[in-house]
């Protein structure tokens, strides 16, 4: 029933920027935290921002400063503005609610949009 999609991925150059965007089949946020994860190749998925449905928003250390949701809460606030993109910010990002969606004791994933930082 509930599905999400995540857009705005792409290849840009170190320095360049990228907008990602989560699509959700229902209102999923309007009462939930939600999360943006990055999993690059090797490693786990983890957390790197967090906006919960009052506004507060929270940022990892690894793009603090860099990676922004929408200055305008009320129009698209889930978009996640990347600047200064680097190297090691290239992975495969994923949107969801925080806690998880529960299908069969597993925690649900769309299919992610991967960003690529390279020269």
């Known amino acids: 029933q509930v599905q999400l999609v995540e857009s705005g991925g792409g290849w840009v150059q170190p320095g360049g920027s990228l907008t990602l965007s989560c699509a959700a089949s229902?209102?999923?946020?309007?009462?939930?935290?939600m999360g943006w994860y990055r999993q690059v190749p090797g490693k786990a998925r983890e957390l790197i921002a967090r906006?919960?449905?009052?506004?507060?928003?929270w940022y990892d250390d690894s793009v603090k400063g860099r990676f922004t949701f929408s200055r305008d809460a009320a129009k698209n606030p889930t978009n996640l503005k990347m600047n200064s993109l680097k190297a090691e910010d290239t992975g495969v990002y994923f949107c969801?609610?925080?806690?998880?969606?529960?299908?069969?004791?597993?925690?649900?994933w769309g299919q992610g949009t991967q960003v690529t930082v390279s020269s």
């Open positions: 969801n609610t925080i806690p998880g969606i529960m299908i069969s004791s597993r925690t649900y």
């Open positions: 229902e209102n999923i946020f309007e009462s939930v935290t």
């Open positions: 906006l919960t449905s009052g506004g507060l928003k």
